[in-house]
């Protein structure tokens, strides 16, 4: 399973830097203040009764979602920060303005927040699993992602779940090489991974183990197989490729070698028997 911190990762960014920050609708409406009016959302933001922000660059803000799990909203940049007793009439005045606590005028820490846009391809659509320490609502621990929503296009193939959940036809495979607006988060997370994949031909029943080591990992040996079918694979190519369903049998460190990463395919070769019985002829 993906996690925020590989996440973080994908986009250039170190998981060390970045709070994570589960903002509760006590005060507000959290997703509707962000999504009607992020003014007053950036204002609620910055404040803070304590200096929860400090010691990192970025914060990761989400949303409460069913049960524990949580909606990123979006993420910022954390310039500096001012308690209370050095406020300007600015800062004073933003208390006001939106109606925050009194005490917000004594007893907090004014954050100056400036919006980054590297993962607002995510915002309202990656969803992970906070945990049940829902009261603890800043953090740097890494959380699984349970969901990354799919964009809404006429060509979207759906959402991106895991890598082990991947099970894609022919047609999808083809969908996010043709259509990759619609399909931008697909493309990222198959693109950063080497690994050893399946591919089942549902007309016979027969299986081939392949492995992807090189430029733009799974994703980049995959659009080899979306644009001619085969792949380059002698064995598949005297078959319909319309028959095809693709999946991941294991990912693997970008740290392996290709030997490696060969060595690993050979095993499930062995454990799924497709040389005798499938479609490896080696």
Known sequence: MITLHRIFEIYGLNPEDI????????????????????????AYQSFQSKPRFSNAKHVAAF???????????????????????????????????????????SQSTWYDLRRNPKLDDLSERLIIEWGKSTLSWVQKKDKDVLEIKGIKGKNSIGNFVSYDQVQLSYCELKKLTTEASDNSTWETVLSVVNGVYLISDLSCGKQYVGSAYGENGIFGRWADYAHNGHGGNKELKNLDPNNFEFSILEIAPATLSAEEVIQRENRWKERLKTREFGLNSN
């Open 19 to 42: 709070k994570s920050a589960r903002h509760g609708n006590k005060e507000l409406p959290v997703l509707q203040t962000f999504q009607n009016d992020i003014a007053k959302w950036e």
């Open 63 to 105: 949303a409460p979602a069913k049960g524990s799990s949580s909606l990123f909203l979006a993420l910022w940049d954390i310039v500096h920060e001012v308690t209370s007793d050095k406020f300007t009439k600015e800062q004073h005045s933003l208390i006001d303005k939106y109606g925050f606590p009194e005490k917000w005028h």
